[in-house]
Each structure stands twice: as structure tokens, then as C-alpha cells.
């Protein structure tokens, strides 16, 4: 490849462009009004402005990224998370231009985005699915006939769309036509599309996925599982590898599962297969994320493979140098996703200027991160600020690290999640590895119950008087700082301004 | 000097006596012997009875954020009673004596002698700790007195504006 | 505005038009559209004809040093011929008429009328680019003027100081 | 371990304070005067000044570390490497204080750190050992002999110390007497001991060395090679793992060698068996390094164990819980070494503010760094400034990284060897792996042949114009910088001051 274009913006922009200058290959950026300074831009060797401040108008316009794409004589285009990533009609106008699309085929795109369909190939395939409907139902009646029929709970889910919109948990007969009422109404504001199934509902899961990569030459292998069942209203914000629920025996039936599905939809690139774990060890196909997955690094640390450069070359058609044998788990890894959202309040999202920030470092640290300080976060867009991520010998270790490094990351000027992270990894829950999929819920419920230390609080106030009192001291001096012997570098030439 | 602070509520008298690095700091009833030391980027390093604490320190609206050794924590300067002045969008009521909130110093003054304001509407633009900030008027009324112009640097016991409230 | 710098020996003039955010910067026979926008801690963002530079720049002594997309270079600031005064330490010699190197702003002056100066003593510290900077006298003799006060903003044109050099 | 003294500075300092709050243990730093603000302060628990800036009045003097470790109730000391890291008297100090020396015993350092009695150890235990002197020669003549009987060229060296210092090459016998003398000259001013010996010189040889652990109950490992054959003026700049000039046979010999030089001196903890290698295969034990490495993380990347980590759990009196099998070499990992140096001008030390400083980072990136922006490097000490080191699947895709990742590295305010770094990566010579002893003289002669391109040239004259252009924006505007909506905070409460 000459040249990529990078359809994103933020930490995952950021992160594809490392990749490719890693492999010598130049990288173009787009950006939005918004983004002019962002870091995804300041990384960037070109970039094109592809409209305001809206997505909609700039990074989901279609057009405008393929505009900005032969503008720069760009021959591949990498979609990062969210977005255009997994939208099939872009990856067809790209297939259309002759672009290469760094992801599956818009006919793969299309088959896995649609989740009736995909549990029907499922099912012919005997991939194990949750029991529910198979098709889109012709009548409310025929779900309320498929519900009695596999017991309740059920949940009514929307076809389109994910992110659990729509989604209405049903424990009795009764509530259920209630329940279609509301899914369908959101389903339709939602995604346009008011289709809903319903299926039995699985209670306490975990959520493991197992992370493939597969070439354009029918190799497929799977990078092993990531456990992310600490949601909170459906995001994931904690993530890891291995899952403590995953023992060698499961990981290998749910990995050859996930290489089936692969295959049975002619996958190609990196992708990741989703499953509900039950707590009585069974395991059911949820979906495939067909794109880079914000929490790839765990992977990347736990097996040593470049998720995003293999991407590049499978794209490429080059064939996979690394076959099953090859892989081995080696320590754990877990991540924190940074959000810009205030968790005093709710979880709004926050915005502003980054008036201070430190970023945690070190041995098996690392930061993927979309801000630098003096930067002014935007309203417009997904509130990820960066990711966090360690690597060490054992989930403890592991565990121990990442409240090291949370506890040396500072952002000011806006709220984030910093501080709700480490209480979720500090808590006794997370430290037995009890990650069902309602952590949140039972065990984040009481938070902040203590606050602070006195003696945090002290030096805090200390620190607080100690900058005021420099402020008066700076001001009385009229200076802004003392001359240092550094300052004083000796007599310089002078320059000649000639107009 | 004097400051008082609070923090989730509490308040907290803290007074800083000495010459930098060397600071007695005084909580309440606790006494700490603090060596500190400014660093560029708006750290402040300490070493308070032995123990080294590396704080950041920024400003924000009704005070200050101070990051010290992975804990972040909001502290507001100056307590509710205290308050001569309300908040802005606490609209009217209070005086129309408009103090800084922090020492700094004025970048421009937005309003003169006999101007009508209204609650909200910003006065003093005052920089401090590295952050431009507008001082608003908490009630409507008629500009009095403009004690300040741009480059002064003010304390925060100065009166910048005076305004005389409606009715 | 013109500018200019020396890199490695080699003598450019560098002219920029037109107001931020957009620059028509001319080098030579070369033309640069330049789309930029300063960022905190001295950096530079720039989309030159579609390419994207990010630079940092600081001062150094006799000029500036320069980051960009992974280069470091020493940009000297005016040329040898330019020179109107010679560097520190380079002994007496050149004309006593003392300007600023940079635009910057006066933190203090060091000398009065009248007084004896000798080369290589230090007349003037002037702030640019976040750095203080002595100035100091090219050769021995008496000054003649001193034509700013701390607080004063100067460019590079104006003369600061004069020296009338000794026999 | 309850709380650990740290005895030393810089990103040594730093990284084995992380690997102490890693593990849940308070740490506690010491400084000098021109240290109060040093990175390693700013990262402890706690900090306890120890003396004026001169090392020998600080860092190398034993008693004040001593004192600083009682007053903190310290019950551990971690000596980092360099200043008193292998120094016996140290050891047998902290032995007799109760105080845990984290590094092998006073004895073991006492015997490995004498290179004549280490050699006639290593003889006995048929490790393959240079040619040359067993015993400290009882005159001049004794080296005459010698040197005539193994054939010239030989190398003169000093008995104690090392860093290459007093070493001489005498090609013929006509010039050895001047050598010995020169060498006994620096060896009595640098080590206070002029006891030389001869050996062989090998030509061209690698310097391969091997990281081994060691625990207290019998237990050694050794963590595969290192390469460190590019040097200047004997000093290590750029390392990495494997070498290329090793193959599995000779890993394998080599690394059962460097097992039994451990069992031979009685060491515990972590420590490096260097060799160098011949061209023709052949090895050659050449010390012991008793102390934490500075290229350990090339290690750490490649075996997935943290080193710090080892040697605090060793001195804790733990088992290793490692076996030799365990055990694999994964990927490519090359360490470049950042000092404050001035290739320009003779590699002379540069000291002075870091204006601006831009730390690489992303996958397969860490940055052990001891310093930040702002900061003022001081004069007294090594000029070490951090060590960038990467990892990747293979030795290209790690050398592309490290050059990318130096293209991301700014340091601006001092001189330092990024781009020097950045010439050697990206040499041929580099590249095809010919990184034999001689590189620089070899491949580095002749640097600086080309310029920079004009387009870079002309990037830099055009941010240059800008900024001192924004530069009289500002001053005409009156004020440091433009209003943004974000600095209009809203109206603030008022603070009192009571005094």
C-alpha cells in the first residue's frame, strides 16, 4: 500500500497511523472543524478538512471521505472503530472505487450487520445459539407463541442497530406486548428499521469474545478470548485477557466456534466473534464486531501480534504468516477505556480545555491515548479520551499495575472516569474475578460512601494554599518567573525585520 | 497568609507562613513543615514532614483542582458564607461589591462608571494560575465604582466593580 | 513581515502574509499556503500545501531551535552581514547601536546613562518565547541612550540601547 | 518488604520505584542538591535529602544512604546500577545494618567484581575463558611473557573497574611497556588499584551477554542474550534481543555457561554473564555484571518478566517461580540509550532546561524516562536521559518502530543523541544485523554527509517565521493569549483572605 487514509478521528486515528508509519506506509487524516488541532491531525503526514463539526456532515459523510481519499491519492482506506467501520454501503462505494477497504467485504459487512440473518447461518452452520426466534416475525402474535414457547425471561431485541438500544428485558406474559410496544418505537427512531425478535434471556453472563484474524486465502485464526462483561448502560469499560471464567478446555471449543463462524460468513481481516458465557459453562454466538475493537490491545499484549498491521497486510492480500499453533497466551492484560463523562453526575459527558495532564508509563504500560494537554475536547463527538492498558505475569499482577498506573494519570480541566476505574479495580468483586455482567449494578451501586483521606485532603489544601500564596509572590515580583541561570544563555545577534 | 478552602462541604482555614521552599502550613490544629518547590506545567512538588507529594494545581470555576498523588479533588475558595457575591446564574441578590475570586491580574474591564448590567452579565476579565476568567455581576443594577484597569494585578481583597443594585 | 535565518551556514528569507489561521509564506522562489494554529506548549500545527508539520519551537542562544516531524534544527535568527552588533564574548567591535534579537517584551534593564559598559556585560533582558534572554554589549564604552523601561514591548527594529564605544 | 530505600537517580530510579508500587511497597527516595526536583523525587512516597550535588557527597556516600534508610524506617535497599549498585563495602553495610541489599550478597560482589580472581574461578569451572593472565602479574615483565606467549594483538586491562577505562591495544611487542604504564596511570587515578593484566584480543567480536535470576535457595535461570556489541567509547548505546548472531545451539551453550558462572561465584538475584563472542563462533567469558542492567527491558519485552520485580521477590527470600522451560524468547526488542551528549561537538555532556519535550509512545513503545518538560539537567551525573525501547513480531518490524518512534521523539533545549540513534537504526549496516564492536568507527565516521531536505528545511523556517510572527500578534494585542470560550468559566464566588 502507498498510501492510507485513516476514516477516524481520536485515540484510534492515532493508533492506525503509528501502524502504518511502522510500516513505512505515509498517512493521510481528516478532520472536521472541530478537530483542526487534534492529535489525530498533529500525528498525521496529510490532512483534509471534510466538513463541520457534526459527524454526520464530516467523519460519517460518505462522500466527503472518499473525496478526501482522491484528494491525497490515498489506495486504502482504514475506518478505525465506530463510524463508517462497519457501514456496507461505504465499504461498497470503496470496493467501487478501487479503494481498499482495511476491513471485511461490504457482502460480509452486510450479512454479520443484520442479526436475524446472521443467527440463521449460525444455526446451519450448529453454532450454538441463544433459543429464540429465527426469523423477523410476521405478527407480535408469533413472538408472544415463540416466548411461551422458550420460557421466560425473554428479552426483545431490535434486528438493527446494537449497543443494547431497544433492548426490554420481559419476565412474564404479561408485560411482554408492552415491552415490543417500546422496543419498536426506539428501534425506529433509532436505526429506521422497527424489527424486533425476542430470545431467552441469559441471566448473569459474562461477556467473552475471541478476537480472529482471517486472510483473503480462507486462513483463519483466533487470537483467544477477551472477557468484557463490566458494562456500564452497555458500554464496556473494563476489559481483559484471559477470562477468569475461561479454562484451556472452553477457550479451545469457543475458539474453534468463533474460527466456524468466521468462515461460515466469509470473513476476511480482523474481527471479533461475540458469546454469552452462562454460568453453567454453556456458550451462544451473540454477533461479530466486524472492525478493530476499541479494547484490541489486551490482545495485542497477551499474544504479542499488531492487530492493526496484521490488518493492513491481510488488506494487502498477503496471506497470514501465523497459524493456530503459533499463538499462546503469555501473562494477562487488562483495560480501562477513559471517558470524558462525569460520574458525580450522572455520567454526563464533559468537555473542555485539558489544562493538566500526566500519563501513567512505564514497564508493561500502555496508553493509547487522543489528547494532549492544552487541547480543548469537543461536544460532538464519542466522549473516549484514551485507553489504558497493562500487561503483566498474572491477573493480580496485572490487577496491582493498573491501579499503579491509574493512580499516576492525571487529566484536569474536565471530569472523567479516572477515579471510578480504580475503585472498580480496587474493589474486592473485580479482585476475585467476579465480572458477571451486572458488576456495575451490584457492586458499584454505594460508591463513594467514604470520602478521601484526611491526609490526602490536607495535602491537597496545602498544594491549594501553596500556589495561591506563589501566585501573590509572582505578582508582587511583577514577573512572571525568576531568572534562572539557564535563562540567561548570553547575548544573542539581532535579526532584521525588514518590513 | 490565610486561605480558606472547602472540600466536599467542609471547610478548612489553612495558613502558609515562611519563605519558599520552606513553608509551615497550618490545618486546623495541625502543623506541617513543608519543602516546596515549584515545577513548570503548574506542579508543585512537597516534601511535608518527610513525605514527598507532587501535586497539580488548576483553577476552575469557584476554585481550584488539585491533583495530589492519584487523588483529584475539588476545592472551592472561600466558603457560602463568606460569599459577598453571589454565584453567576444564581441571578439576583447579594451585594454589589465584586471582589477577584483568586489573586491575579486584570486583562480588561468590560463595563464603566454609570453602565447598566444585568445578573450574569461579565464585568472583570481576571487571569490567575493561567486561566482567563470572567467575573459576572450577581444582580442587575447601575456600575458605581471601577476601581481596576487592565495590567493591575489585583488581591482578593480589593473591590474591582461596585454595583449598585435596581430598586 | 520578513525574516532572516541561517541554517547550517545557509541564509534564507522568509516572508509571511496574510492573518491567522491562514499564511501565504514565501521562501526564495517558493510559495507555501499555510494553514496553522499555535497549540499550547509551543507547538505549531501546520497544513502546508495538504501536508501536515507539526514543530515545536523554542529559543535558543542566537536564534531559535526547531522540531519538526521528527528533524531538529538550529535556526539562527538575522545573518552575519545583518549583524549590527556582535555576539557575546566576541569581543569589541560592530556599532554600539544595541536592538532586540526577537520581538519580545523588556523584564529589565540593567544599565543607565552614562555608565561604563564593558563587552560582554549584559544590558538588557528581554522575554521571547517564553525564555528571558540577556542582551549584552558587543564592545567597551559609555552608554549613550537607553531608549525602554521594563514592561515595554519591543520589536526587532527598534534600538534599545545605545553605546558609544570607548576611544 | 515494607518500604524500599531507592539509592540512586534518573530513570533507574524511577523504574524501580514503579516496580515497588507494583508490588503495593512504599518507597522512598534520596536526593541531592541539585536533585530536589528531580523525577525520582517527585515519584516517591517519601524523599530524604542526602548531600550537596558531588556524587561522592551524595549518592557514593555510604553512610548518608545508610541514615536515610534508618530515618525513613526503610527495611530494604534497591542500588539501581551505577553509584554504589557494586560496591561490596556497600553490601556488607547494609548486611551488618540488617538493612536488605537488593543484589547479590557482599561476598559474591566482592569476588565478581575482581577480574583476575573471577578468571581463575571461571578456569576452574572450565568456563571457556580469554587467553591471557590468571593471576595479578608480579611485575612487568610477567605481562611480557604473557603477551608473548598468546601472540599479539593483545589488550591491556585494569583489574578493578570497568567501562573500558585504562584499557589499551598493543599490536606489537615494541609498544607494551608504554601501555602498561598508561594503563596502570588511569587505573590508579579512576580506581585507586594499578594492577593491569594482558589477554588476547579478539577482533570484531560481538558482545553478547546473558540476563540470569538467581534466587537464594539454588535456583538459576538465565532470560536468553542480549547483543550490546554497538558501543562508543565502550559505553553501550543501542541494545536489543536475540542477537542476530546467535543461533538456538548457541543459545543454548551459551546460556547453560551463564548458569554455571552464576553457581560458580554463589550469586543470587538478577545479573548479566557477559561473552564476547568470536567471529568464528567461538565464546568467551568476559565479567559479571552484579546489578540491574541498564538494557534490562529488552529482556523484560521479549520473556515477558519484569526484572525489578525478580530481584525484590529474590531479596524478599522467595523461591523463583520460574523454570528454565517456562521460559521463551517472543518477538524482537531493540533499546536505544538517550543521553544528554552533543554528537555535533565531540559527544560533550549538555546540560540546561528541557524546553519542550514530546515523548514517543504507543504499541510496542516504552519510554523509561528521568526526566520531564521544565526540568534543568543537571552537570553532576551520568548524562543518561531515558532509554526508548521497542518490541515487535520480528527484528525489521522492531528496527521500523524504533525508528519511528525516534521521529516522535522530541527534546528540545539541550543537545541530546536522538539523531545520531536515528542514523545507526536506520543504517545498512543496522539493518542486515553487521553490528560487530567496530560499528561506529566502521559505519559512523562519516555522518552528516547530507544535510537535512530542503522540505524539511523549509518546514522549519516556516514554523520558525510563524511562531516569532504569533510572537508580535501577541505583544500587539497586549495580553499572553486569545479569550476562548472555554477560559469564560462564569462568575466566580469570592475567596477571603484573612491575613
New interface residues.
Partial sequence: MKKILIANRGEIA??VA??C????IPVA?VYSDAD??SLH????????RIGPAPALESYLDIEAVIAAAR??GADAIHPGYGFLAENWQFAKRCEDEGLKFIGPSSKALHLVGDKIRSRETMLAEDVPIIPGMLGAPDSDDECLEKANEIGYPVLVKASAGGGGKGMQVVRSEGDLMNAIETSRRVAKSAFGDDTVYVEKLIERPRHIEFQILADEHGNVVHLFERECSIQRRHQKIVEESPSTAVDSDLRARMGETAVKVARAVGYANAGTVEFLLDEDGSFYFLEVNARIQVEH?VT?FVT???L??EQILIASGEKLDITQDDLMQ??HAIECRIYAEDPANGFLPSS??I??L??P????V????GI?????VPVHYDPILSKLIV???DRE?AR??ML?A?????I??IATT??YL?EIIASDAFAAGETQTDFIEKHMANRHAD??DDD??????????????????R??A???RE??P?????????????? | ?E?E?S??GEK?A???EGK?PH?R?V?GE?K?E?D?S?VP??V?S?I?DGES?T??????DG???????????D?D?GTAEDESVGRAGGGAGGSGIIKAP????VVKVLVSEGEEVSAGQSLVIVE????ENEVRSPLDGVVKAVNVSAGD?V?TSETMVEVEPAE
Same sequence: chains 1, 4.
Fill in positions: 492515532v493508533r503509528r501502524a508509519r511502522d510500516m513505512g487524516a483542526r488541532v491531525v498533529l500525528e498525521a503526514d496529510e490532512a483534509v484528494k491525497v490491545p495485542e504479542g501480534i499488531d492493526v498491521r503469555r501473562g473542555g480545555k489544562l493538566s500526566l500519563e508509563a512505564g514497564p508493561g500502555r496508553h493509547d491515548c494532549y494537554e492544552g487541547w480543548e500487561h503483566a505475569a499482577a496491582l499495575r499503579r491509574l493512580s499516576e494519570f492525571a484536569l480541566g479516572i477515579d480504580r470520602g478521601p490526602v485532603v490536607h495535602a491537597a489544601l496545602i498544594a491549594g494554599a501553596l500556589s495561591l500564596s506563589a501566585e501573590v509572590g505578582r508582587v511583577g514577573r512572571r531568572l534562572s539557564w535563562d540567561t544563555l548570553g547575548g544573542w545577534s539581532i535579526g532584521r525585520e525588514t518590513s | 497568609m486561605y478552602f472540600v466536599a478548612y489553612v495558613r502558609v519558599p513553608a502550613v490545618i495541625r506541617y513543608v516546596w515549584q506545567g503548574g508543585i512537597m511535608v507529594r501535586a497539580r494545581v488548576a483553577a476552575r476554585g481550584l483542582v488539585v491533583w495530589v498523588d492519584g487523588h483529584r479533588l476545592l475558595v483568586m489573586p491575579g491580574s490567575a494560575m493561567k486561566m494585578s488581591g
